[in-house]
């Protein structure tokens, strides 16, 4: 099975200041054939469902603002969100579909 | 546009077999380019994937938990269900159906609110 760690747990960040997520696979998540990376983020809010923000890494999904963006290759990715704001308080989750499935144990972020 | 319910029991016994269905509206299981699946969450906790069923009937599920879990499609109904056997308190959750288009993103982009389901005597 393919493992995702993400880094930090939680963060707390200043409204309007950047906050950088980390994921980090056990294997490569970069198919070749197409030179897509299998990976997504998820915003999720208490008692909401998650929500898809990017796909193939860095791709944002249709009505997602742009202060999110996805980056990173192969084994490390990161999801940044440029200027925080108060409705981003959520717990965000990496997720690879390259093999099956697996998400991250997901990073709390909260206002500093 | 798409939309997904879930539902079932809320409250299950230890060692009984849970089972839970999916009502998909405003668009088709049968789509050849979707698959289906099936995430749960413990309370305060993180994600799981419990397993995925695409149209043609195809199956794959968590290691973990392939030995006790079914997932099928009722196209007649259009919905996809999930069973789940040997009940324990760790099954207690939030049970969640999901949506993939392997056509576009290949990610979860459709979700259902999720149904809570406790285990318990």
């Known amino acids: 099975d393919i493992v995702m760690t993400q880094s930090p747990d939680s963060l707390a960040v200043s409204l309007g200041e950047r906050a950088t997520i980390n994921c980090k696979s056990s294997?490569?998540?970069?198919?070749?054939?197409?030179?897509?990376?299998?990976l997504a983020w998820y915003q999720q809010k208490p008692g909401q469902p998650p929500k898809l923000l990017i796909y193939?890494?860095?791709t944002r999904e249709s009505g997602v603002p742009d202060r999110f963006s996805g980056g990173g290759s192969a084994t490390d990715f990161t999801l940044t969100i440029s200027s925080l704001q108060a409705e981003d308080v959520a717990v965000y989750y990496c997720?690879?579909?390259?093999?099956?499935?697996?998400f991250g144990q997901g990073t709390t972020v909260e206002i500093k | 546009q798409v939309q997904l319910q879930e539902s079932g029991p809320g409250l299950v016994k230890p060692s009984q077999t849970l089972s839970l269905t999916c009502t998909v509206s405003?668009?088709?299981?049968?789509?050849?380019?979707?698959?289906w699946g099936w995430i749960r969450q413990p309370a305060g906790k993180g994600l799981e994937w419990i397993g995925r069923?695409?149209?043609?009937?195809?199956?794959n599920y968590n290691p973990s938990l392939k030995s006790r879990v079914t997932i099928s499609l009722d196209t007649s109904k259009n919905q996809l269900s999930l069973k789940m056997s040997s009940l324990t308190a760790a099954d207690t959750a939030v049970y969640y159906c999901?949506?993939?288009?392997?056509?576009?993103?290949?990610?979860?982009?459709?979700w259902g609110q999720g149904t809570m389901v406790t285990i318990s005597s």
């Open positions: 069923i695409y149209t043609s009937g195809i199956n």
């Open positions: 405003g668009g088709s299981v049968s789509n050849g380019t979707y698959y």
């Open positions: 193939w890494a860095s």
């Open positions: 999901a949506r993939v288009d392997y056509s576009d993103t290949n990610a979860f982009d459709i």
């Open positions: 294997q490569s998540l970069l198919y070749d054939s197409n030179n897509k990376n299998y």
């Open positions: 997720q690879q579909y390259y093999s099956s499935v697996t």
